[in-house]
């Protein structure tokens, strides 16, 4: 491993799997998403949930969160899923230090209450975090639950951070577990790196352990891993690091194409899902822009029905010329709760869409669904009208393409007195030979009558999605 590291000027492995904090990346969300567990886990009180699939980052997130917590803060971490009822209170008052003469339950209990009280009194904080979270027994959650109830007349004395795969959010729908589901106040999800983003996450690591040169992995390369690894950190780092020695082993100091192929033949997981657009990003700028909700993780799971291509979507209307008699028709999407008018007929001059744009949302399948149908067709003539700096309301990006469940996610909008149907957009992302769903609500001038307007839409919506204002250039730019 020494010669490994010489060869190419590193102090250090860039691309071990075990967590180490200096290594952390906050690209792909991951440092908002911090920054918003520091703010809740200091300010807000009740249950926050993380989740993310095997390999994501949940753990060297978790590693993270407890080095930057204040020294006034004390941390208690467990990552042993198979904890009892009873063996998580002892495993709780061990990590506290807390000393007890009663082994049951309730004795365990009063001696914590007893000492969360006193260090909340010398202005103290107690901070839970559970690793694994999903494999733990149902009882073993009540449990939790339970802990969640240690107050003062004004204040909770514990805050709790599950951290879990996606089949959290499978227990936490049974209802055995309502109890525990409606303590939970912020949730947050740890996506896949997208390509773009794993390029930045090589480069990244590699500088982090030493190498001060210029980028080692290939564009080629890089982009092999991503499609590879799913962009799940952990199978980056497997293939980087693999491709890093078959570099040295034929004397380079540049990863190629050639060495990330031996490097994905070399290892024993294939490609999981598709590669989400770089505008997946999330630039969390405020808390509540980073928490996602539960309800959401429905619409955010792949799906295995195939897109049957039948009905076609229509093609936007042709703009006309400046210069013809007729001024160009303004977008006809507005929504009601627009604080600013849609864009005018004068802010734009030429299509904003490319022909091979409209053709691949064309070559989306809708089948017999016509809610979707006039949806794709509104949201053709307004991707092709709007200015690159008006702004509309993110509402999920999902690999489940069927046509049927965005039809039904339109029902419900359509049946509700609180969301207006024409005011929603669905985008239709074609990834290879597959397609992902762009939903976003709105036409508005600019960022601050997008977030007012965000503001209004129901609470479902706030707590299913991240309702992210984005510019219509950034729902463009990856069509």
Same mark, same amino acid.
């Given at each position: ?80 899923? =198979? ?165 040295? =082993? ?70 006309? !010329? ?21 864009? !005018? ?70 049946? !509700? ?42 609470? !479902? ?19």
């Amino acid at each position: 491993m020494s010669l490994y590291l010489e060869h190419f000027g590193l102090k250090e492995a860039p691309f071990r799997i075990t967590p180490h904090t200096d290594f952390f990346f906050d690209g792909a969300d991951r440092g908002a998403t911090l920054d918003a567990l520091l703010y809740v886990t200091l300010h807000e009180e009740g249950i926050v949930k993380v989740v993310g699939e095997v390999g994501s980052g949940k753990t060297m997130l978790c590693r993270v969160l407890i080095e930057r917590l204040p020294s006034h803060v004390e941390t208690v971490y467990l990552a042993n899923p =198979s904890f009892t009822r009873e063996e998580i209170l002892h495993a709780v008052a061990e990590e506290l230090k807390i000393e007890f003469e009663r082994e049951r339950v309730t004795g365990v209990l009063h001696a914590l209450h007893d000492r969360l009280i006193d260090s909340y009194g010398r202005g103290r904080r107690t901070v839970i975090l559970i690793d694994e979270a999903h494999a733990m027994p149902e009882e073993t959650l009540e449990q939790v639950r339970l802990l969640s109830n240690l107050e003062t007349s004004r204040h909770k004395l514990l805050q709790i951070v599950l951290f879990g795969q996606p089949e959290l959010d499978d227990v936490l729908a049974l209802g055995s577990m309502r109890q525990l589901k409606d303590r939970i106040t912020h949730n947050f999800r740890m996506r896949p790196l997208s390509a773009e983003e794993v390029a930045t996450y090589l480069s990244f690591r590699m500088r982090a352990a030493g190498y001060r040169g210029p980028d080692i992995f290939a564009d080629k390369a890089g982009a092999l891993i991503a499609r590879a690894s799913g962009g799940l950190t952990r199978r980056v780092n497997i293939l980087a690091d693999k491709g890093l020695l078959a570099a040295f =082993s034929g004397g380079t100091h540049a990863v190629t194409e050639k060495h990330a192929r031996a490097a994905i033949a070399d290892s024993e997981f294939a490609p999981r899902r598709r590669m989400p657009s770089p505008l997946t990003a999330v630039a969390a700028a405020t808390l509540a822009g980073l928490v996602l909700g539960a309800g959401g993780f429905w619409m955010l799971a792949p799906s295995p029905t195939p897109v049957v291509a039948s009905a076609r979507v229509p093609a936007p209307a042709p703009t006309p !010329s400046p210069a013809a008699a007729a001024p160009p028709q303004a977008p006809v999407v507005a929504p009601a709760s627009a604080a600013t008018p849609p864009a !005018s007929a004068e802010s734009k001059t030429s299509p904003q869409l490319r022909p091979e744009q409209v053709r691949r949302i064309q070559g989306y399948g809708i089948g017999r669904n016509p809610l979707l149908l006039s949806r794709i067709a509104a949201t053709l003539e307004t991707l092709d009208a709007a200015p690159d700096d008006r702004y509309g309301i993110e509402l999920y990006i999902s690999d489940n393409a069927d046509p049927a469940r965005v039809e039904r996610f339109l029902a419900r909008a359509r049946d !509700s007195d609180r969301v207006a149907l024409e005011s929603l957009f669905i985008v239709p992302l074609k990834v290879g030979d597959r397609y992902r769903i762009w939903a976003f609500f709105g036409d508005y001038a600019d960022r601050a009558a997008a977030a007012e307007a965000a503001a209004t839409l129901p609470r !479902s919506y706030h707590e299913s999605f991240p309702l992210h204002p984005r510019t219509f250039a950034e729902f463009r730019r990856p069509l």
